[in-house]
């Protein structure tokens, strides 16, 4: 009898351990559950709206400029290199002969509007290599090829000067002066042509930057030709003269068409307008 008893206390002494075991196992499982459950309702849940959609087609993009280096550049950092050079761009033209857009456009491109390796280091602006004849300071960097010679200049006018003097001097750049001074789209399918520079797309790019920028009517003061760009804008009813927080989206809407119709109108390659610019909108 008392064996019998001590067994029925022993295994109801057992099966409460192990019902309290069972407890403290799911009480665990729970707790984990939980806090899983609460990091999940914590995760941003991404949703498209049409004020999404709006800002994302009206927030300013960077535009990067690709030729002897690749670098991403603002609206604002273009503008101010224009400012900065125009004047030099200008008196090149009226000794040298070269049309100012394309002497602004080439110095934007290659040098990133001078926040490229190359006009950093060298305040080499046009991506001059030394060639045979350079006997100044240089420095190395890598291009088509590694390590190669790149000039060096004390100041970036410097370069400028070297840039117009380079061109003029090169018997294969003799056909260019034979263009009208403000036919800018041929001096930068010839300078492609004679090979200043091996990217295919290079005339492309200077003749977008000239566009977007307006760079030509520094060609029209230099040749003393009045420019019709403001006056087209008020008179000429296709045209939109672009005002401090318009967008491409915002013209589109209030001219009722599309982003990508005002871009190919316009030849823009992409987002980016200039308060002043005129806009074709017919």
Known sequence: ?????????????ILSCGTNKSIIQ???????????AISKTKEPVKKSSSNDLKSEVEAPKSEVLEATTRV??????VLAYIDNFKGIAKNNMTQYGIPASII?????????????????????????????DWTGPSVSYDDDAAQECFRKYAEAKESYSDHATF????????????LEKNDYKSWSK????????????????????????QLNRFDDEVLGIKSDLATNTIQNSNLYQVSPGDT??????????SVDELKQKNNLSDNAILVG???IVQ
């Open 1 to 13: 009898m008392i064996k019998k008893l001590l067994f029925f206390i022993l295994g109801t002494f």
């Open 26 to 36: 799911t009480t665990k499982t729970k707790d984990w559950q939980s806090k899983h």
């Open 72 to 77: 991403k550049v603002t609206t604002e950092m």
């Open 104 to 132: 602004l456009a080439q110095g934007i491109l290659e040098s990133g509007a001078g926040t490229g390796p190359l006009s950093a280091l060298a305040n080499n602006h046009f991506g001059i290599k030394c060639h045979k």
């Open 167 to 178: 061109l003029v001097n090169r018997t294969w750049y003799a056909d260019l002066f034979k």
């Open 190 to 213: 010839g300078l492609k042509a004679a090979g200043y520079a091996t990217d295919p797309k290079y005339a492309e790019k200077l003749i977008g930057i000239i566009e977007r920028y």
């Open 248 to 257: 491409l989206y915002s013209i589109s809407k209030k001219f009722n068409l």
């Open 277 to 279: 610019q005129s806009i």
